[in-house]
């Protein structure tokens, strides 16, 4: 676990850094729903940040597509790999926000069974508020998708691709 956040810390470095809007509870955004919000532990707004970071870069016209790619494919991958529960959670609230068509962060929580429950129902119907971040609205998904991730892990799948009714 130590190498992994080892691993996304210093990928922290390579990423251009942009000002961004600091948030806390006196300055919250218009954007941002505090009344439905829960605020993330710092510990897993760590894994996530560079993540979104780049996201957020790439909307901005900052980073290409392959930067983009590159960039959140090697953290996404290291995230994966970091069994811990704190990365558990942070694959549920990085299932909160868009971040391209794959599902690996979701077939990953299914992958990891029951233990993720819990995560996802913190996250059920509320408003990840990131620390040091403010995410533009845009990037928030409308659907998280936990009532399907939920069934899968109920039922025992192993991932979205081993759903017989698709």
Aim: glycine fraction near 6%.
């Amino acid at each position: 676990m130590r190498h992994s956040i080892l691993f996304i810390l210093m990928s922290v470095s390579i990423i251009p850094q942009r000002s961004y809007c600091e948030i806390n509870e006196n300055t919250m955004s218009q954007e941002t729903n505090i009344e439905n919000g829960v605020i993330v532990p710092e510990s897993v707004a760590l894994l996530i940040r560079p993540i979104l970071d780049a996201h957020y870069n790439f909307s901005t016209g900052e980073y290409s597509y392959r930067t983009l790619e590159n960039n959140v494919s090697n953290l996404l991958y290291s995230l994966i790999k970091n069994e811990s529960a704190v990365a558990d959670e942070a694959l549920v609230v990085l299932t909160c926000f868009y971040i391209g068509e794959s599902q690996e962060e979701s077939d990953e929580i299914i992958s990891r069974g029951t233990r993720m429950l819990k995560y996802l129902e913190k996250y059920r119907n509320k408003n990840p508020i990131i620390p040091n971040r403010n995410y533009p609205n845009s990037m928030r998904r409308n659907n998280y998708g936990f009532e399907g991730i939920t069934t899968a892990i109920k039922q025992g799948l192993r991932g979205s691709w081993d759903n017989p009714d698709g």
